[in-house]
């Protein structure tokens, strides 16, 4: 056992690290890069893919009256949605606050479909064949930087 610790002890006694005037110096440490704020300025395009569906409630009335000529029906469809979009925003400052305003555009691009059957009260309207191919749209939206990677919005 003594040997044992003997040998331990060697062991540590030489692993351990040297201590000499002449060892060289660390190298000084570099600054940390600068690190900016993010920006809202920029534009961008996305795309996007999903699957859409519709519900439609439907009851023929009369013109004349304003009554109900038959039963209210519930009816539907539903397909695949995809969608491409582009945009440019613009970032700038208003005393302290931060804001942006932006122009963006989206097409569409679908295979909706679903069947309108109707109430057979007027002959010839008993059913119908429903499809949405594609539709577009384009906007604006004026935000307020809550703080640099949060930005709350209005778009129309």
Known sequence: MKKLIIALTAAAAISAP??????A???PMRAA???????????YVGGGGGYGLYDADTQQRSTATGLPLGAQFDQGGRGYIGTL????????????NQFVVGAFGDYNFS???GN???NGVRVGLDSA??????????GGRVGWLVNPQTLTYFSG
Do not use: N
């Not at 040297?18 to 060892?23: H, I, K, N, P, S």
């Not at 429903?130 to 749209?137: C, G, T």
């Open 129 to 138: 064949r429903e499809k949405i191919d594609w539709f577009w749209a384009i």
């Open 116 to 118: 309108f059957t109707g």
């Open 85 to 96: 979009q582009a945009g440019c925003d613009y970032q700038f400052p208003i005393g302290s």
């Open 111 to 113: 295979d909706i479909k």
């Open 33 to 43: 890069p600068v690190a900016y704020a993010p920006t809202w300025t920029g534009c």
């Open 25 to 27: 110096a660390k190298a």
């Open 18 to 23: 040297a201590f000499a005037a002449d060892m």
